[in-house]
C-alpha cells in the first residue's frame, strides 16, 4: 500500500470521515444533532442553557424570598395600621365630646401603605379610604398578572369597632395589602432581569470572540489534514501561542515528516522492485532469444538434413518418415509462435534498441491485426527515442493493459492513444480513451490495473481511471520522465514510417 493511501487512511481517521467498522465502537445516535455543529457553536449553547437554568433558579429564589418577605411586610404593616387606627378612633371619641368620631375618621386615616381601611357604620354603609388607590391601580397595571399570582399571599384582616357614648356605631375593617410590596419585586426584579441579560450577551459576545481565536489552529489543523490525505506530506502548521495545540501542531508536523521519509522510502524500495523485475525479465528475455532460439534453429535444420535423407530410403519407408518429420516441423513452429509471445509479453527485445514510438506503433499494429473491425489510433508529440527502461516499460505496459482491456471487456470499436511528452516540465502525459460500454464505479480493480499503479507509483507518477463521454473509459497517467539521448525523434512523420 503507498503512503498516500496510509496518510488517507490516517488524515480521515483524525477528521472522523471514515465510517466505524462494522464491529467497532459506533457513536451514540442520540448526540447526532449535536456533533453536526462546531465546537464554538456548543459551548456557546452549554452557556446560554447554564444561563438560562440558572435564571430559572434564580426567578424561583426570587419569587419564593418575595412571598416571605411580602407577607411579613404586610403582617408588619397590618399591625401599625391596627395601633393608628385604633388610637386615632380613641383620639377622636375623647376630642369631640364622643359624638362626630364615625365622620371625622376618614380624614384622620389615610396615608398607611400596604393595608386597606374600610370605614362600616352602624347600618352598613362603607367608608373607603383610600388614598394611595390610585397608586394601586397603576402598580397592578404595571405587574403581569402571572407574577402577581405568584406572589400574593393570604391576606390578613382586623376589625376595629367604633363607639360613642358606650354605644357601637360602627367599625373599622383593615386588611393587608400586597399590592404595593408586588410591584416593589418586580421592579427590582426586571431592573436585575435586564442587567443580566446586558451582561450575558456581553459574555456571549467576549466567548465568541475568544473562541474563534483559540480555535483557529484546530481549523488550521482540519486543514492541514486535508493536505495530507492529498499526499502533500511537506504541508507544516505554524505553532500556535496555546500549549496544548502547540504540542498537536508538532505531533502533526512530525507526522508529516514521518510520511514524507515513508514516501521517500516506499518510492525508492519500489523503484528498485520496479528495475529489479525488469532485469529479470531482460534475461528471461535474453535467455529465450539466446537459448531456446538458437536450439530451435537447429532442430529445424536437422530436420531438413533428414527430409533430404528420406529420399534415398524406401518409398513405404520414407512416406513414414515424411509424416514424422512434418508432424514435428509442425511442433517446432508452435514452439517459435509460443517463444515469440513470451517474448512479447516478458519484454519486447526492441526496447532499447529502436526508439519508443516506433515501438509502441508496433504494439498497436499487433492489436489490429490480431482485432479485425476495430480502429486504434496512435498520436505522439516530442518523444524522445527512449527514457531508459522503467519509463519505456511501463509505457509499453500501460498501453498494453489498458487496449486489451477495452477490447476484451469494453467490447471497444475505437481507441484514441495520446501521449505527449513536456521536456521542461519533465514529464509524460498518456491518455487512453475508448467507447466501449465503460467500467462500474465500485468495480474492483484486476491484476493488470493493480500492476499499472505499482508502476506508476514507483516512478513517483499518478494516473485516474474515469467515464468517457459520452461512453466508454478514459485513463489519464502522469510520468516524470527525462530522456536518456538528449535529442528527439525528428518529426512523428518519421515515426510513423518506422
Known sequence: MTPARNAAKIAAGITGNTPSAPGGPSRPASFGWWQRHSLRAQVLTAVVAINLCAALLAVVVIIANARRATEAEMLSSLAVAERFVQETVERLASAEGATGSLAQLPLHISGLRHVRIRIEDQAGNALDIAPAEADEEEHEGDVPGWFTRLVSVEGQESLIPIVENGARVGQVRVAGEASDEIAEVWEDMSDLAVLAAAVNIAILVALY??????????????????????????????????????????????????????????????????????????????????????????????????????????????????????????????????????????????????????????????????????????????????????????????????????????????????????????????????????????????????????????????????????????????????????????????????
Open 209 to 498: 470572540l475568544v473562541l474563534g481565536r483559540l480555535l483557529m489552529p484546530l481549523r488550521t489543523l482540519s486543514a492541514g489534514l486535508h493536505e495530507l490525505e492529498a499526499g502533500r506530506f511537506e504541508h507544516r502548521l505554524a505553532t500556535p501561542r496555546v500549549r496544548e495545540l502547540a504540542l498537536i501542531a508538532d505531533r502533526f508536523n512530525a507526522l508529516g515528516a514521518a510520511l514524507k521519509a515513508a514516501r521517500g522510502d516506499n518510492a525508492r524500495l519500489n523503484e528498485r522492485l520496479v528495475s529489479v523485475q525488469d532485469d529479470e525479465r531482460r534475461q528471461i528475455a535474453s535467455d529465450l532469444h539466446d537459448e531456446l532460439g538458437p536450439c530451435v534453429f537447429g532442430l529445424r535444420a536437422n530436420l531438413e538434413s533428414i527430409e533430404r535423407l528420406t529420399a534415398r530410403a524406401e518409398p513405404a519407408l520414407g512416406q513414414r518418415m515424411g509424416e514424422r518429420i512434418a508432424t514435428m516441423a509442425d511442433i517446432l513452429n508452435r514452439i517459435q509462435c509460443l517463444n515469440r509471445r513470451l517474448l512479447r509479453k516478458i519484454r519486447p527485445m526492441a526496447l532499447g534498441h529502436v526508439p519508443l514510438a516506433a515501438v509502441l506503433a508496433d504494439l498497436v499494429a499487433d492489436f489490429e491485426s490480431h482485432s479485425p473491425g476495430r480502429r486504434i489510433t496512435l498520436a505522439t508529440e516530442g518523444l524522445a527515442e527512449r527514457y531508459g527502461d522503467s519509463v519505456d516499460i511501463t509505457l509499453y505496459r500501460c498501453i498494453q493493459e489498458a487496449v486489451t482491456n477495452a477490447l476484451r471487456h469494453g467490447d471497444a470499436r475505437n481507441i484514441a492513444i495520446s501521449l505527449r511528452a513536456d521536456r521542461r516540465a519533465g514529464r509524460i502525459d498518456l491518455t487512453i480513451e475508448d467507447d466501449g460500454t465503460g467500467i462500474a464505479d465500485d468495480a474492483p480493480h484486476g491484476f493488470g490495473l493493480i500492476g499499472m499503479e505499482e508502476r506508476i507509483g514507483a516512478l513517483g507518477g499518478k494516473w485516474s481511471i474515469v467515464a468517457a463521454v459520452p461512453s466508454g473509459t478514459r485513463i489519464d497517467v502522469a510520468i516524470p520522465a527525462h530522456p536518456t539521448e538528449f535529442g528527439l525523434s525528428a518529426a512523428p512523420e518519421r515515426l510513423a514510417a518506422q
